[in-house]
């Protein structure tokens, strides 16, 4: 044993352990890739926002708080395979939990810009509990079972919110109080983008972390229960486990950008989280890509974008004021389902996957051109 120990070589012989500094190596160069990149994407906001006027910040703002629950969406469905028709309800967790803690701040004469950011933590911590709660019950259910499960969420808890007019003031929501911004930047800076910068921070900090969470071995096993049950299951791991993980990584995203659309309406009310916003972030992440947080991005820029194209569509039209409300609530339904079926038809992929077989195609095109 001794003698075939010393003939193998080095990294070899150190077994485990020798395995260890190649894996801290790479998991500290895919940090800093992730850190460098966060960084390049900061400072383009940044730029962005003193470039556009202030409504595109507010939809820039807009993009980056759907982006949160986009990009948890695509954890749970695109790597992990569980399907959810309740990330609205978990938006509006995370929006209902802001809006208090920020009255209750109020109440209590607090200010100060940290409080915001107190807010925001727990409008995490609490839709990471509801999300507990039901991912440990959509952990044993499949197929129309779980869609049933996260369906009955997204239509009772806006419910709960008509039920309990008392806490939440039923149908007519609550106001999210904000602070302004710092006196440090300036008498006249604008308050939109301030708006695009507070949101693209906490943003940016929820995408380093789950980018980081699927390229570590937890991205692995919700790869691997997400392909075969049995052969997870075989190869020692705790599949029910594994997909409460997933759907509390998913909850704590969808909570913070909901606390994130409560910040930037500045108020939070049931009809803005009805069962048609979870069924539009399940589109929109189908179209954009499913498993791919670039995909999450294409996403919430046709959550944002779709809005004014209905009305641009509607304007163009000459319509009824009757005709033209009823239209705009039921077309960008109608563009979604077609969008959806034409992008399933002509790239199964998403839009990321049309982009990325584009770019290979690009790039094996480009060394024959030079020759």
Do not use: K
């Not at 939109?192 to 929820?206: D, I, K, M, P």
């Not at 004014?308 to 705009?328: F, K």
């Not at 563009?335 to 038809?345: N, S």
């Amino acid at each position: 044993m001794s003698a075939t120990r010393a003939a193998l070589p080095p990294r070899q012989r150190e077994g485990e352990t020798g395995d260890r500094p190649v894996d801290r190596g790479r998991r500290g160069s895919t940090l800093l890739r992730h850190l460098a990149v966060l960084l390049a994407v900061g400072l383009v906001l940044v730029a962005v926002s003193y470039a556009v006027e202030p409504f595109r910040n507010f939809q820039l703002a807009t993009v980056a708080a759907y982006l949160c629950a986009t990009a948890g969406l695509t954890v749970l469905t695109g790597l992990n395979g569980q399907l959810s028709l309740g990330h609205g309800a978990l938006m509006a967790t995370g929006a209902y939990t802001v809006a208090l803690c920020q009255n209750a701040f109020l109440d209590r004469g607090l200010t100060g810009g940290w409080l915001l950011a107190l807010s925001l933590v727990a409008a995490v911590l609490g839709t990471v509990a509801v999300g507990a709660v039901v991912g440990v019950a959509a952990a044993r259910l499949r197929g129309p079972y779980l869609a049933g499960v996260t369906l009955a969420v997204a239509v009772v808890v806006p419910a709960l919110a008509v039920t309990f007019d008392g806490v939440f003031n039923g149908e007519q929501g609550l106001s999210v109080p904000v602070e302004p911004p710092p006196l440090a930047l300036g008498a006249y800076f604008p308050y939109e983008r301030w708006q695009l910068w507070l949101s693209g921070a906490a943003t940016l900090l929820a995408l380093l972390l789950v980018a980081n969470l699927i390229r570590s071995r937890y991205g692995r096993t919700f790869r691997a229960v997400r392909d075969d049950e049995v052969a997870a299951r075989l190869a020692g791991i705790h599949v029910a486990r594994t997909q409460v993980l997933a759907f509390v990584v998913s909850a704590a995203t969808a909570g913070l950008g909901g606390g994130l659309l409560a910040m930037l309406a500045q108020s939070v009310s049931p009809g803005a989280f009805s069962l048609t916003l979870s069924l539009f972030l399940l589109m929109a992440v189908v179209i954009g890509g499913l498993g791919r947080l670039a995909g999450a991005l294409w996403g919430a820029v046709l959550l944002v974008a779709l809005p004014d194209l209905t009305h641009s569509v509607t304007e163009l039209l000459t319509l009824s004021p009757a005709v033209a409300q009823r239209l705009e609530g039921n077309l960008p339904l109608a563009i979604f389902g077609v969008t959806l079926i034409v992008v399933m038809i002509a790239a199964p992929g998403g839009v990321q996957g049309l982009l990325s077989r584009l770019g290979r195609a690009l790039l094996a095109r480009w060394p024959a051109r030079r020759s």
